[in-house]
């Protein structure tokens, strides 16, 4: 109950089926009552009905969306949201493309409906930044496509020029993609003129008030309209319209859409090309042949369009002011009339006009295409220009109120006939409603053969003269009888008399009204022709988008076909739009213009009534009274509502019509709620299928419970399933790796145990055998592993084996610090040896030498360190090789030791003579080195000793036997160079000769013998000084003192 309460409770009826009782003038007064209280909408049936309230109502704020969103349709107030939100969710819901259809006279208030619809439809489609984007670009294409399209008329400030049916595309879930828009025929005839108390489009006005001071500047405008021919030379800013600020907001939209600043900056430069394009005024001039041609009148205007598009001046006067004929092949210029060039030029001005709209919407569309290829639902929103009668009606009326036509009869099609016609075809009792059918105006006007726009065509197509006298008297002639159609000819044929209807004119009587057609400019209109030498000089412009506007101006692409007309282009697009909304589920909205002067809260009950008439209201109303709110195929509703049911759900084995019946039995559903036809059952009030719908909602929300709870317990089951694997898993693995370790700890725990129980009955069994000596063996064994591993380590760890090297590793036990020592020594002796082994005879020999000379000196003379660099050479004379020496060669040959010059001391003064030296191997020989005789010859086993001093001195003496030979001299005292070689020689000889050693004597004093008795000899050390050492010096006679250092 409920639900009828909210359509009962407010003013008048809400719902107009409800009314009682139902005629014109109770329905008209209910609209007028809710009127009153500004309730504006009220349904019949889910048709919605507007009315205009001329003034801005608080009911279309957000808190009223979320009202709506998701309501029950008849729960809350009739209103546009309502219906929005039906169509969306059918869509959404259902699966269902669906169409809104606004229509009503101009003024009614179609574009605000439209506004509102998407305004709605945005605010309840999902969000996201993605999708905020596309609703963005969806809802400012609006105020764009408002600007090039829509002007202020006499009848409505903000009416649309140009029709509009917008597609927006959604996706499965309800979120919008992107949309199309389809525009229709351009009233671009408003570009050049204007009826007075109109305005030409809007952007113009808006240019001029909002553009910056620079922006005029560039585009070079003038700031006040009244500067331009097609504005009309007046001023007519709106009030209440902010030209500038719509400017702004234009600007501002274009960013959300996607244009770029040159493509605003382009399009805008065209539109000033168009204004400026009013500007140029010809003037007549006279031939030579005196035929009429034109010229340009002031060049200012041509020379400012020209540096804006990047045209030479002299091709657009030139296109202007003539124009090519081409005639048997043959290109002739033929000069223009004044009539002729302004015709031409407006013609230019309104095709650059209705182009560059066309563009606009393209580039949009670019924009807000969808890209994906999945499936998508669609809403079409259909936003065309009203209704209109004005004083003096032309062909964009014509062609304007053809469309309203056609969506006159998809209403009627829709609603009334084939609503009808299925109650029939489906068997159901029936009282037929009468309602008017405009297919006979439909036709009328779109015959292929007969229609006005046929025959229309046929009259610009057809050779000769032209005129629209001819097709008028051609549409008398057809269209004598037609009921719908009117001229002077026709009313003259029926004898009626009608000053209303001029000559020129013809009417036709449309489903809203007679509408007066004057004929002249129809063929024009229709043909809309555009000399080829203008389109062929915008082409050649550099502009970028005006050249893109005209591609037949290039003359590589030139075609003489003609192209389609105006009329025959606009009822194609009507024909697919017609096709495009039959495929749609509709959804009605009709709009009703309350007065004429746009004044908030007047009522002209005629004008509603008129309206209310021939939208075909009250027939509406009778059909859905009679009628059937719901139907469905029952397979579909079967499928729809069967999970109420328990017989039926989950599945209806009989046929789906048995399914339905038994369905709707079980639901307890009246019979007389309810009609059977052969393929459809019908409901007959929203209230009970709104109440199926609700039991569905409520058994969908159950079933989807279900299915979440059946579907979490599933997955939490797989889940627990899935941990207890792992767990069981993890826990196996766990114990395996720990039982290993526990066996491994075990096993080496039995092994130790074992080896220690083995090794403790070994002991025991052997105890008795090998107690004594195992410490010992033990020991041994300890210190020959050490001793091995010392051993081992010394192998890597030799010292170098240079024989200076004394080095050794100190022994890591004390134990081995004896053996080590031992082998510290035999390593160096082995070194020794080793080197000794590598060295040759004469070296070794030398070595004995030095090591001889050692023993006998070391530590004992100073000479002998200096000794050590010395190599004992031994002859020092060359006795071999000296001639001189040859007996002293003789004497000691094979046999001589030693060769040098010693210095000889005289015993008595002390004073020394050289003396030639040979040491042979039984002999000491001194010769004079003059004579080179031996002077003397010593005996080896003739000398007792030798004595030295401790100094670095070559002085030595040789003491001799007192026996010997000689010894009757007594010693010699001598001076050698090389002393330590010459002792060490002598000690060696003697003892290889006589086996016994030589008497060295280093003392400081000695005695030695002479023949005249003993001398004591006193070594003195002095200074050192350049003298030459040593100096003997005789101290009296049984003294010498030698001096050395
Ligand atoms: N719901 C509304 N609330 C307030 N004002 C409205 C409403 N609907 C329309 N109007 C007013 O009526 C004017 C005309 O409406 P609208 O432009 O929608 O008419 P239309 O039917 O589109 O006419 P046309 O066929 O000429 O384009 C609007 O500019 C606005 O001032
Ligand atoms: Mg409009």
């Known amino acids: 109950m409920e639900a009828n309460l909210s359509l009962l409770d407010t003013v008048g009826v809400g719902d107009l089926v409800l009314l009682d009782p139902l005629s014109e003038e109770s329905l008209l007064q209910n609209l007028k009552e809710r009127f009153a209280h500004q309730e504006i909408y009220t349904y019949i049936g889910n048709v919605v009905i507007s009315v205009n309230p001329y003034q801005p109502l608080p ?14 349709f008849f729960a809350v107030k009739p209103h546009i949201y309502a219906i929005a939100d039906d169509a969306y969710r059918s869509l959404r819901d259902r699966n269902k493309d669906q169409c809104i259809l606004i229509t009503g006279e101009s003024g009614a208030g179609k574009t605000e409906a439209s506004k509102q619809v998407m305004s709605y439809v945005a605010a309840v489609c999902g969000k ?21 399209g829509n002007a202020k008329t006499i009848r409505n400030d903000n009416s649309s020029r140009f029709g509009k049916y917008m597609d927006v595309e959604f996706d499965f879930k309800g979120e919008p993609l992107g949309g199309v828009i389809s525009n229709y025929l351009l009233e671009k005839s408003r570009v050049v003129r204007h009826i007075k108390g109109e305005r030409n489009f809007h952007i113009f006005y808006q240019l001029l008030a909002g553009g910056s001071d620079q922006l005029l500047r560039e585009l070079k405008l003038e700031r006040d309209c009244r500067h331009y021919g097609y504005l009309g030379r007046e001023d007519r800013s709106l009030p209440g319209v902010d030209d500038a600020a719509n400017f702004r907001a234009i600007q501002e939209a274009m960013k959300v859409i996607g244009f770029s600043p040159a493509e605003m900056r382009a399009l805008l430069e065209v539109t000033a090309m168009v204004l400026k394009l009013g500007n140029v005024q010809l003037d007549s001039q006279f031939q030579a042949s005196g035929m009429e041609s034109c010229s340009i009148q002031d060049t200012r205007a041509v020379r400012e369009i020209c540096e804006l598009i990047g045209l030479p001046e002299r091709v657009l006067e030139q296109a202007l002011c003539s124009r090519t004929v081409e005639a048997k092949q043959e290109k002739v210029v033929m000069a223009l009339t004044v009539a002729q060039g302004c015709y031409g030029r407006d013609a230019l001005a309104k095709n650059i006009y209705n182009r560059l709209f066309n563009w606009l919407v393209t580039r949009i569309n670019e924009n807000i295409k969808v890209d994906s290829s999945e499936r998508r639902k669609v809403m079409g929103v259909l936003d065309i220009y009203g209704f209109e009668i004005f004083q003096n009606n032309s062909f964009e009326q014509f062609v304007i109120n053809y469309c309203n036509e056609k969506l006159q009869q998809v209403f009627i099609m829709m609603t009334l006939k084939e609503e009808q016609d299925e109650y029939v075809r489906e068997g159901i009792q029936w009282t037929p409603v009468d309602f008017f059918d405009n297919s006979i105006i439909c036709s009328l006007i779109e015959d292929r053969q007969a229609g006005i726009l046929a025959m229309l065509d046929e009259e610009c197509l057809r050779p000769g003269l032209v005129t629209e006298e001819t097709f008028l008297a051609k549409l008398s002639q057809v269209f004598g009888s037609h009921k719908h159609y009117e001229s002077r000819a026709t009313q003259n044929a029926r004898h009626v008399t009608d000053a209303s209807l001029a000559g020129p004119c013809f009417r036709v009587h449309h489903y809203a009204g007679k509408v007066t057609y004057n004929v002249l400019g129809f063929v024009e209109k229709n043909n809309d022709l555009l000399f080829r030498d203008l389109s062929q000089a915008m082409w050649k412009a550099q502009h970028e988008l005006l050249r893109s506007l005209f591609p037949e101006g290039d003359p590589q692409k030139a075609s003489l076909r003609r192209p389609p007309t105006a009329g025959s282009q606009f ?6 739009l017609m096709k495009n909304l039959y495929s749609k589920n509709p959804n009605y909205i009709r709009c009703i213009k309350p007065n004429d002067n746009k004044e908030p809260g007047v009522f002209t009950d005629g004008l509603v009534q008129t309206q209310v008439r021939y939208l075909g209201l009250l027939e509406n109303v009778r059909v859905r009274r009679a009628g059937y709110a719901y139907r469905q195929g029952y397979k579909p509703c079967l499928e729809r509502y069967k999970m109420l049911c328990k017989q039926t759900w989950p599945k209806w084995k009989g046929g789906a019509r048995d399914g339905v019946q038994a369905l709707l039995t079980n639901l307890h559903v009246p019979t007389a709620e309810l009609a059977y036809g052969h393929t459809k059952i019908f409901i007959r009030t929203p209230r009970t299928l709104f109440d199926l719908e609700d039991r569905r909602q409520l058994r969908v929300a159950e079933l989807a419970s279900l299915i979440q709870a059946t579907y979490r317990g599933w997955k939490c089951r797989t889940h627990y399933q899935q941990m207890r694997k792992s767990q069981i898993a993890i826990s196996a693995w766990f114990r395996g790796q720990a039982q290993q370790k526990r066996y491994g700890q075990m096993k080496s725990s039995a092994l130790l145990i074992q080896a220690y129980i083995r090794g403790w009955k070994t002991r025991k069994e052997y105890k008795k055998y090998f107690r004594s000596g195992a410490s010992t063996t033990l020991a041994n064994f300890i210190y020959r592993r050490l001793v091995q591993k010392f051993f081992l380590g010394l192998r890597t760890n030799l010292p170098p084996m240079v024989v200076t090297d004394r080095s050794w590793p100190t022994a890591p036990y004390k134990f081995l610090a004896n053996t080590n020592e031992e082998l510290k020594k035999i390593f160096y002796l082995w070194k020794c040896k080793k080197y000794q082994d590598q060295l040759t005879p004469q070296r070794k020999a030398l070595l004995q030498d030095k090591l001889c000379a050692s023993e006998l000196f070391k530590g004992k003379k100073t000479l002998y360190a200096k000794s050590l660099q010395q190599s004992f050479q031994g002859e020092y004379l060359g006795l071999r090789k000296n001639p001189k020496y040859r007996a002293l060669h003789t004497v000691a040959e094979g046999k001589l030791v030693l060769a040098d010059t010693v210095q000889k001391v005289n015993r008595a003064n002390g004073k020394t003579v050289p003396r030639l030296f040979l040491l042979t191997k039984n002999h000491v020989i001194l010769a004079d080195p003059k004579a080179a005789q031996p002077k003397t010859v010593v005996s080896l086993s003739d000398i007792q000793r030798v004595s030295v001093t401790r100094f670095s001195d070559g002085f030595f ?10 010894g009757t001299k007594g010693d010699f005292l001598l001076v050698s160079d090389h002393l330590i070689e010459l002792i060490t020689k002598l000690h060696q000889t003697l003892l290889e000769t006589t086996a016994k050693t030589l008497k060295l004597q280093v003392a400081d004093e000695f005695s030695t013998q002479f023949s005249k008795g003993s001398i004591a000899i006193r070594i003195v050390e002095t200074a050192k000084n350049n003298g030459v050492v040593p100096v003997c010096k005789k101290k009296g006679s049984h003294k010498m003192e030698v001096l050395v250092h």
Request: net charge negative.
């Open 957 to 966: 003496v040789l003491h001799l036997n007192e026996i010997s030979t000689v």
């Open 571 to 576: 009822k194609a697009s009507v024909t697919t």
């Open 128 to 148: 996201g930044e993605e999708v905020n984007q596309v609703k963005e670009q969806l809802l400012q294409s609006n105020p764009v496509l408002e600007a090039f």
């Open 59 to 72: 009911i279309y704020s957000p808190q009223t969306v979320e009202e709506y969103r998701n309501c029950n």
